[in-house]
C-alpha cells in the first residue's frame, strides 16, 4: 500500500518506518528541510534503539522516501498519517495549529478519495474541526480516522511493532477494514485492535497517560510520606505491585515524570474540562504532585549545600527526562539542574544520549563529559537524575575515589541501601531512608 507520513519527529518516523518494514512505500514529508536533507543522507536526527538500522534498510530497499513536499505523499498515497506536534499552547490547551494547517494544505491537493489518520495526540473534539475543515475547502471525498499512538520512546519500535492495543476511531466498515489490512502484520499475536468512534479514541490517549502519570505522581507523594515516617517506598511498591488488581507498571518512585507527552497531555485533559465546566481535580493533582517532588528532591540537595553553593560542584548522571531517548522536553533532571545552576552551584554532566540537547538547552552553564567517571572528578556529590541502565551498577570504588566526598543523591532509587552503604557512601534516594558508609 503507498502511505504518507506528515511530520517525521520521534513518532512520524517510528510509524513511517514500521510501516515500511512491513512491506508499505512511505513517503515521509516533513517541513524541516535540514532534518529531511540528514534522512535523504542515511542519518537519523533523534535517538531510537533499532531505528537507524531500520530506516537505513528501507531506505534501501526503496520502501521509505523523504520530502519537504506535501503534494508528493498526497499525489501518491491512498492513506496519509499525520504526526506533526501538537505542543501546549500558553493556556495549557493543545496546540493544534500543525495539525489544521496540514489538513488544509491536503485538502488543496487531494484530487481523489484519501484516508487522513491522526497519530498526533488531539483534544477530543478535532475530529470534527478536522472534517468541517477539509470539506470546507474540497469536494473530493474523505475519510478520517484518529489513531493515537501509545509508543513509548525507548522502546518505540518495539511498542509500534508490537502493541498492546492499537485503537482506531472511526465509523466507516469499509475504513476500518483498510485499518485492519495496515495494522494486521503487527498483530501476528492476536486481534488488538479496538475499534470505536473518534471522539472516544481521542479520549482515551488522554485517560491512559493521566493514568500512568497518576500512578507516578501517586508513589512519589508516598515517597515523601514515607521518608516522614520512616517507612521505604520500594517496600511499598512490591507491596502494593503484586496485588493483580494494581501490578507492577509505573510504581516507581523518582523524581517526577517528564518528556514531551505527560505533562503537555494533562495540561490540555484540565483544559478540555475547563472548557466544558468541568474541573479535573485528579490531573491537577497529579500536575501538582509532580511539581513539587522535582523541587523537593532538588530542595534536599540545595540545604545539603546551604551557604556553600558557590563552592559546590555537583557530577550529575542522567540529563534526558527518562533512559534509552535523547529527548529532554520537560526533563525532571534538567529542572533540578536547573535549580542548582540557578543557587550557583556548577555542574559536571555525563548523560550517554542527552549531552547534547542538554548542552544546546544550559550553555556554558553545564560541562558534559563522554565519560560517567570524567564527570565525578572533584565533585562534591554524584546526583543521579535519569535511570540509564549503564549507570545501575558502576563501579563505586572509583566513585569514591573521584568525588571530593563520597556522596550520592540518587533520584531513580538504582541502588540497594545496605551495598552502597558496604561500599563506603553516604546514600539518599527517595523515600527511602538515607544510608552512611559501613
Ligand atoms: N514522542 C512520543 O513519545 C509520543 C508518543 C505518542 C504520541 N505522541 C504525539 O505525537 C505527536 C508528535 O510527537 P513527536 O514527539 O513525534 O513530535 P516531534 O516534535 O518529534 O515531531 C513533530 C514533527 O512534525 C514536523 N512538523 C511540524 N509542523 C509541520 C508541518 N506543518 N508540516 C510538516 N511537518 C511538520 C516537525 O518539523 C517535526 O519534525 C504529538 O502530538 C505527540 O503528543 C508523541
Not at 517506598?233 to 507498571?249: A, F, L
Not at 528532591?297 to 535523547?326: P, R, S
Not at 566526598?405 to 534516594?429: C, Q
Request: proline share 4%.
Amino acid at each position: 500500500m503507498n502511505i504518507g507520513v506528515v511530520g517525521i519527529g520521534y513518532v512520524g518516523l517510528v510509524t513511517a518506518s514500521c510501516l515500511a518494514e512491513a512491506g508499505n512505500r512511505v513517503i515521509c514529508v516533513d517541513n524541516d528541510s535540514d532534518k529531511i536533507k540528514q534522512l535523504k543522507n542515511g542519518r537519523i536526527p533523534i535517538y531510537e534503539p533499532g531505528l537507524t538500522e531500520m530506516v537505513q534498510h528501507n531506505q534501501k530497499a526503496k520502501r521509505l522516501h523523504f520530502t519537504t513536499e506535501l503534494k508528493e505523499a498526497v499525489d501518491e498515497s491512498l492513506l496519509i498519517y499525520l504526526a506533526v506536534g501538537t505542543p501546549p499552547a500558553p493556556d495549557g490547551s493543545a496546540d493544534i495549529s500543525a495539525i489544521l494547517s496540514v489538513c488544509r494544505d491536503i485538502a488543496g491537493l487531494m484530487t481523489d478519495y484519501r484516508i487522513i489518520i491522526t497519530k498526533s495526540t488531539v483534544p477530543v473534539g478535532t475530529h470534527k474541526k478536522v472534517t468541517e475543515l477539509i470539506k470546507s475547502k474540497t469536494q473530493v471525498p474523505f475519510d478520517y480516522v484518529s489513531n493515537p499512538e501509545f509508543l513509548k520512546e525507548g522502546a518505540a519500535v518495539e511498542d509500534f511493532t508490537r502493541p498492546d492495543r492499537i485503537i482506531i476511531g472511526c465509523d466507516s466498515p469499509q475504513v476500518r477494514e483498510i485499518m485492519k489490512q495496515i495494522c494486521n502484520p503487527f498483530m501476528r499475536k492476536g486481534n488488538r485492535i479496538i475499534f470505536m468512534d473518534a471522539a472516544s479514541a481521542e479520549m482515551t490517549k488522554y485517560a491512559a497517560n493521566t493514568m500512568l502519570a497518576t500512578r507516578i505522581s501517586f508513589m512519589n507523594e508516598l515517597s515523601a510520606l514515607c521518608e516522614k515516617v520512616g517507612a521505604d517506598i520500594e517496600m511499598v511498591r512490591q507491596g502494593i505491585g503484586s496485588d493483580s488488581r494494581i501490578g507492577r507498571s509505573f510504581l516507581f518512585a523518582g523524581v517526577g515524570y517528564g518528556g514531551s507527552c505527560f505533562p503537555k497531555d494533562i495540561r490540555a485533559l484540565i483544559h478540555t474540562g475547563d472548557e466544558n465546566g468541568l474541573q479535573m481535580r485528579i490531573a491537577a493533582a497529579v500536575q501538582q504532585a509532580n511539581a513539587e517532588q522535582q523541587v523537593r528532591f532538588a530542595n534536599k540537595i540545595l540545604e545539603h549545600f546551604a551557604g556553600k553553593e558557590k563552592e559546590t560542584t555537583l557530577c550529575v548522571w542522567g540529563l534526558a527526562f527518562k533512559a534509552k531517548t535523547d529527548d529532554i522536553r520537560e526533563s525532571p533532571a534538567l529542572n533540578c539542574v536547573k535549580l542548582f545552576i540557578k543557587a550557583g552551584i556548577k555542574i559536571r554532566a555525563y548523560d550517554p544520549e542527552a549531552a547534547t540537547a542538554a548542552k544546546q538547552a544550559l550553555g556554558d552553564a553545564i560541562e558534559t563529559f563522554d565519560n560517567g567517571y570524567d564527570a565525578l572528578a572533584g565533585a562534591d556529590a554524584l546526583v543521579i537524575l535519569t535511570d540509564w541502565q549503564e549507570l545501575r551498577n558502576p563501579d563505586f570504588e572509583t566513585i569514591k575515589t573521584k568525588l571530593k566526598k563520597p556522596v550520592i543523591f540518587d533520584g531513580r532509587n538504582l541502588y540497594e541501601l545496605d551495598y552502597v552503604s558496604r561500599a563506603g557512601l553516604t546514600y539518599h534516594s527517595v523515600g527511602r531512608k538515607t544510608v552512611r558508609p559501613g
